[in-house]
């Protein structure tokens, strides 16, 4: 299958009730106004921080969320990224997401930077399976950063993808050794943003936090963002959340278009990381792996 780019009819809003009545199949999903205020908002926060940090990059996991974060930098800056792409590579990611990486890079114009992360025998062995796994994610991101001293990493966090996200900051202060404190969060009234990093420290900086699942998808469609074609159904699966290939599971689906995509989400109850083997694990494996400086 061909990487694959659509464009969206007018929508109406997901905040709005659906009217009675409608026929199955018809559902509410946002409405370009919705879409041109979070896009607003998005750049606003690159704009900031590019303009109250020293040395940006921008954490590029290849998947949706950080591919639309990639499309708002490339608006922001007038269609060139001013700051490198970063992937933190596992070299465990599925064939389609390398090829993704390599062809949209280049016709993106980004400074890419590839990372590898260690082994699996430098992370924590009181982990289970799929956190340590993912752990190693930790353990690369903490040698970039003492590489190429950056005191800002703008990553494609939403609130609405997983419990412990909900209570980030847009700029969120991490520890010397990369480590979020959860408890000492700053406010954040009225888009005003503590964009100064702690001492030997950095910023992580979270443009679509405010934005949710349905949102990414129906901006990617009006934007015509080119997607990996796993998150499309194939014999009667896809792929909600792109990880490593080997803690990462497809659910049900037959959604083969994104207007399909955002007709499923309208409906079903199943969690946007289902088929993330990681959030299967122990409770709090997630957040000690956030609390440790994972994305």
Request: proline share 8%.
């Amino acid at each position: 299958m061909d990487l694959l780019t659509t464009r969206s009819p007018q929508f109406e809003s997901p905040r709005d009730p659906t009217p009675a009545g409608l026929p199955h199949g018809i559902v509410a999903v946002p409405s370009m106004d919705h879409l041109d205020a979070l896009e607003a908002q998005s750049i606003y926060i690159l704009r900031e921080a590019f303009a109250r940090l020293k040395k940006l990059a921008l954490l590029w996991s290849l998947g949706k969320d950080s591919n639309v974060m990639i499309w708002l930098a490339r608006k922001a800056f007038f269609g060139r990224v001013p700051f490198p792409a970063m992937h933190v590579d596992t070299g465990k990611k599925f064939p389609e997401m390398y090829a993704f990486r390599d062809r949209y890079a280049a016709e993106w114009g980004l400074d890419l930077l590839i990372e590898n992360c260690p082994g699996i025998e430098t992370v924590d062995p009181t982990l289970p399976p799929a956190a340590r796994s993912a752990a190693r994610k930790t353990e690369g991101l903490k040698l970039a950063l003492a590489k190429h001293g950056f005191d800002g990493l703008i990553a494609g966090i939403r609130r609405d993808e997983e419990a412990t996200r909900a209570k980030e900051r847009v700029f969120s202060p991490r520890g010397s050794e990369g480590g979020w404190d959860v408890r000492d969060q700053p406010p954040e009234f009225w888009d005003q943003f503590n964009a100064a990093p702690p001492p030997g420290a950095h910023l992580r900086i979270h443009p679509i936090l405010h934005w949710t699942e349905a949102d990414i998808w129906a901006y990617t469609q009006r934007e015509n963002i080119p997607i990996i074609p796993l998150y499309l159904a194939k014999d009667g699966k896809r792929y909600r959340s792109l990880g490593d290939a080997d803690i990462t599971h497809p659910v049900a689906s037959n959604a083969t278009s994104i207007t399909e995509i955002l007709i499923e989400l309208e409906e079903t109850k199943v969690p946007e990381r289902a088929g993330r083997a990681l959030d299967h694990e122990t409770e709090d494996a997630f957040e000690r792996l956030r609390v440790a400086g994972y994305l």
